[in-house]
């Protein structure tokens, strides 16, 4: 399969849908099978849980600054990490594709299409707060939490990748495009993600309130968008995207109900359709 590009697929939903559970029945099904090669299972925002590849202290650091971002409620500093960590996908798979050369990549969350989800929605949230809401001094205190190391490494990342090594601005240039249509904030963020739309998408569809229940069993925070009526629109936004995905590119989309499913029950439907075709 070495001279083959893999089949690349994205597992998408809100928050609370099940995202992580299934990936890691996905990742320890491929390796209890003696097939762990044909399929990679990558977290496209926390690298870190890959266990093994490129980017995870540096994932550990940008999870680290969006907690702040939560806590400081800041939508413009939490679209400039989420910005950063998606940003790292592209390295990722490019490392699990020449290593592991599989012959199906399986990504938890996708940059393009999270973007296309997410953006609008900050871009919403920042509109309704006083651009002043929150002062960089306050940031600065805040970040003194996450230690300087941590954020000197996140800052040199932003450089890197053309973000500038000013995270409030990054995210407030983020956010001025968020009203664009769809197509164009398609073009944009290929270019800086750097990467491509997936061969497929498989949607994890559950109500609200399940959802809800589910975050809060969590042993970490409430992220800032993870309230029933932004959740809602969360997923009106899901549907919109992946229908436009569908119409105007041609990316199928699988949706699996998944409110009371258990975890085991949806893995075995997704590795089947991975495994025995496409």
Known sequence: MAD???YRVALVGIDGSGKTAV?????????????????????????????????RQLSRHLHRVSVVADQLGSPELKIGTYYLQLRTY????RHFRDRRQPRVILAERHPLIDTMVYLPLYGRMAAARPSDAISPDEFARQAATV????MRAVLDWAERVGGGRD?????????????????????????????ELPHKIILLDIGVEKALARIAGRRQGAEMHETGARLAA???RYDLVLGWLADARGVPV????NNG???????????????EGR
């Open 4 to 6: 083959r590009a893999p």
């Open 23 to 55: 990936a890691q029945g996905l990742a320890a099904r491929a390796a209890g099978s003696g097939h762990r090669g044909d399929l990679a299972v990558l977290h496209a925002v926390r690298p870190h849980e890959n266990g093994e590849g490129p980017a």
């Open 90 to 93: 592209s390295s990722v798979e």
């Open 147 to 150: 230690g300087p190391l941590a």
């Open 167 to 195: 995270l409030w601005l990054l995210g407030r240039r983020l956010l001025a495009l968020h009203d664009l249509p769809p197509e164009l904030l398609l073009k944009e963020f290929r270019k800086l993600m750097r990467t």
């Open 234 to 236: 969360v997923r009106d």
């Open 254 to 257: 699988l949706r699996i109900g």
């Open 261 to 275: 499913t258990p975890v085991a029950r949806t893995v075995d439907v997704i590795y089947s359709g991975l495994t």
